[in-house]
Antibody, heavy 119, light 108 residues
Framework: ELQLVESGGGLVKPGGSLRLSCVVS????????MNWVRQAPGKGLEWVSS????????SYADSMKGRFTISRDNAANSLYLQMNSLTADDTAIYFC????????????WGQGTLVTVSS | EIVMTQSPATLSVFLGGGATLSCRAS??????LAWYQHKPGQAPRLLIY???TRATGVPARFSGSGSETEFTLTIRSLQSEDFAVYYC??????????FGQGTKLEIK
């Protein structure tokens, strides 16, 4: 069974950092591009970042550039998002998802992990 | 950046009825358009990709149409499990991938 399970969310103070993880099982992780998408309270889905299957290519939404770093460990079937300089606007549920080749839909998603930035 | 605009924001429909959801792109995305269903506390689910192809396991009552800048998701014979928020997404020109703001489908 294909599963994506996010973890690492929690309460963090403004200016703080957090590292999210997404562990994938049930398919060949190393063959897929991976993405992070977030949903702020009462808002819609917002793409955060993507990484290619070999990690040779990464991309970020403009508001995350310089603050967030996406990475992956294909041996551990894991995706990561290092988030620094967090603000209240980063409060959201963060979902990981996969796609086949970059210019393709996000086939499967995890259930998300909640990040709350508050003093 | 391609802006995706969905309408209506909320749609109220009777059980067993039909629903038509719209999505407009600020510039052509060809047919690189997906629809997702999202329920609170759950993972978003891919319903339609390439504008009109149903994803694996998606019932035939869901159908997608359109191209370039105008797209439609049609749901026939609405069942209780279909009431959710629906998002369109373009994957034609990225980064960034962009989503519409969502249409909430609720029971009338």
């Amino acid at each position: 069974e294909l599963q994506l399970v996010e973890s690492g969310g929690g309460l963090v103070k403004p200016g703080g950092s957090l590292r999210l993880s997404c562990v994938v099982s049930g398919f060949d992780f190393s063959n897929y591009n991976m993405n992070w998408v977030r949903q702020a309270p009462g808002k819609g889905l917002e793409w955060v970042s993507s990484i290619s299957s070999s990690a040779s290519s990464v991309s970020y939404a403009d508001s995350m550039k310089g603050r967030f770093t996406i990475s992956r460990d294909n041996a551990a079937n894991s995706l990561y998002l290092q988030m620094n300089s967090l603000t209240a606007d980063d409060t959201a549920i963060y979902f990981c998802s996969l796609d086949d080749y970059g210019a393709s839909p996000f086939d499967y998603w995890g259930q998300g992990t909640l990040v709350t930035v508050s003093s | 950046e391609i802006v995706m605009t969905q309408s209506p924001a909320t749609l109220s429909v009777f059980l067993g009825g039909g629903a038509t959801l719209s999505c407009r792109a600020s510039q052509s995305v060809s047919r690189s358009l997906a629809w997702y269903q999202h329920k609170p506390g759950q993972a978003p689910r891919l319903l339609i990709y390439d504008a009109s192809t149903r994803a694996t396991g998606v019932p035939a009552r869901f159908s997608g149409s359109g191209s370039e800048t105008e797209f439609t998701l049609t749901i026939r014979s609405l069942q209780s499990e279909d009431f959710a928020v629906y998002y369109c997404q373009q994957y034609y020109n990225w980064p960034p991938f962009t989503f519409g703001q969502g249409t909430k489908l609720e029971i009338k």
